[in-house]
């Protein structure tokens, strides 16, 4: 461990040093072949290595590298001498042939053998004459004429006649196009005139026969004509007289038609008419009907919903007051609970306490009895006096009878009165809608107190036999002579303030 921290600064630099070493190797060997050239990298694997416009690596020192020309090459053949046709016609050409090294795997190894490093010229140089030889050879196949006629086939023969001496070279024979023909002694040339002077008479002939085809055909073309143009005028007669006599049946026809239809628009214009008249008709029946009938269920409507809510809101506060009712008779009852409990065990402390002091009490017992006898004769006094008022106030009842209940009922009026009116307080909103039977919604929310308190003083009326309406005529000539009325002045007092007072409602 100390000899590696000693040396930890010689390690860095020696693997710094490595480091620098692959890289400048990497850089100096770094080769990248365009896609026009082959880079054929040999000498440490046994096959090749073959780059075709992309990049490798080559080792300086252990590996070499070669080139080998890809791009198309064009090369001229030309006999260079009359050569004989078929015919023994002798014939010069000039021809050009596109060629191209082969890149395929087999076709390149062999074109590396042949042509490594070579430059296109000199690859040209050494096809030129194996490609001259071919087209010789297929000179001496041909006839002049057909050489002459069909350059293409003579182009294509060589080329699959040269292809199958480049397949041994790795070369490819892309296309052989013929450029020139010259003969030895001029045939072609007396062929072209030969051609010329049978095309010449072929020209005058049609032309000769054209101009009689064309004479024939405008006698003809005349004569047509002329019977065409009679046929037509008879045919446009024939067809004008037929046309003013179906324009005569058509307007008649039409006449009468427009007549049926003026009468059938009349006739239905009326039917629409009618049955508009009786369907608008009809319409405002209904709507009158539906109009009557929907106002019908708007009253009702609105007396359910303000007869609903006035019976809500008294049925709420009915249970309220008996809720309060219950829990004031619940708080009395406690309370009377809680005194009795309290009296019960005062009672107890003063039972201890009395006998306690009973020694005492005893002293004290005559002066207690003449105390007591005292009190009896205060209370036998005190309930001779009250029995003795009870017994004025039962007379007094008897001696007024009805008089008195009258003064009674009458002073309970205006309790009355205000407990009627009371549940009119808790409505906040009223909406009076006519009812359509007279009167307006004001009168008779005015008139509830009044009416429920006319009906109430009738049920008094039928269950006591007292009627207050005598009470309220007691000033009148009639009560006062004819039916002998008299009332006592609270009472008719206590009349007044019921009649003068007036309910209160928001």
């Not at 390690?11 to 365009?34: C, E």
């Not at 096959?47 to 590298?65: C, D, H, S, T, W």
């Not at 008709?281 to 009938?293: D, G, K």
């Amino acid at each position: 461990m100390k000899f590696f921290a000693e040396h930890i600064g010689l390690l860095i630099g020696l693997i710094a040093a490595a480091v620098a070493v692959i890289i400048a190797i990497i850089v100096s060997g770094y080769v990248k072949a365009p896609p026009d050239k082959a880079y054929i990298i040999s000498g440490i694997k046994r096959n090749p290595k073959i780059l075709i416009g992309r990049a490798g690596i080559k080792l300086p020192f252990f590996e070499r590298k070669d080139m080998l020309v890809l791009k198309q090459i064009s090369i001229d053949i030309k006999t260079n001498g009359y050569v004989p046709t078929l015919d023994f016609i002798g014939v010069d050409i000039d021809a050009v042939a596109k060629v191209r090294l082969k890149t395929d795997p087999e076709g390149i190894k062999i074109a590396m053998k042949n042509f490594l490093n070579m430059s296109e010229e000199s690859i040209t140089k050494a096809l030129t004459d194996s490609l001259q030889g071919n087209m010789r050879e297929i000179i001496g196949t041909v006839k002049l004429k057909e050489l002459n006629t069909d350059r293409k086939k003579f182009g294509d023969e060589v080329q699959q006649k040269a292809q199958t001496d480049m397949n041994a070279l790795g070369v490819e024979i892309i296309s052989c196009n013929i450029q020139k023909i010259e003969d030895e002694k001029g045939l072609i040339v007396a062929l072209g005139q030969d051609n010329m002077s049978q095309i010449q008479k072929d020209a005058s002939i049609a032309k000769a026969q054209a101009e009689r085809d064309v004479a024939i055909a405008e006698a003809e073309a005349k004569r047509m004509a002329n019977e065409a143009q009679v046929a037509a005028e008879t045919e446009i007669a024939s067809r004008r007289n037929e046309l003013r006599i179906r324009e005569a049946e058509l307007k008649r026809a039409s006449d009468q038609k427009q007549a049926e239809a003026d009468a059938a628009y009349e006739i239905q214009q009326q039917e629409q008419r009618k049955t508009i008249e009786v369907t608008t008709a009809n319409a405002n029946i209904a709507r009158q009907e539906r109009e009557i009938e929907l106002k019908r269920k708007n009253v009702e409507v609105t007396e359910q919903t303000l007869e609903a809510e006035i019976k809500k809101k008294a049925e709420a506060e009915k249970f309220a007051r008996q809720q309060k009712a219950e829990a004031e008779l619940f708080e009395r009852q406690r309370k009377a609970e809680a005194e009795k409990f309290e009296r019960e065990k005062a009672a107890e402390a003063r039972k201890v306490q009395a006998e306690a002091d009973l020694f005492a009490r005893m002293q004290e017992a005559e002066g207690i009895k003449a105390v007591g006898e005292a009190e009896a004769k205060a209370i036998e006094a005190r309930g001779i006096a009250e029995a003795e008022a009870l017994e004025k106030k039962a007379e007094a009842m008897k001696k007024y009878g009805q008089a008195a209940m009258m003064e009674m009922i009458v002073k309970a009026l205006p309790e009355m009165a205000a407990s009627i009116a009371k549940p009119l307080e808790s409505i906040d909103k009223v909406t009076i809608i006519d009812s359509g039977k007279g009167g307006t919604g004001v009168d008779t929310m005015g008139s509830y107190v009044p009416s429920v308190l006319a009906r109430t003083i009738e049920t008094m009326k039928e269950v006591t036999g007292l009627d207050l309406v005598d009470v309220m005529k007691a000033e009148t000539y009639d009560a006062k002579v004819n039916r002998n009325v008299t009332v006592a002045g609270d009472a008719k007092g206590a009349v007044d303030t019921v009649l003068n007072s007036e309910p209160k409602a928001e």
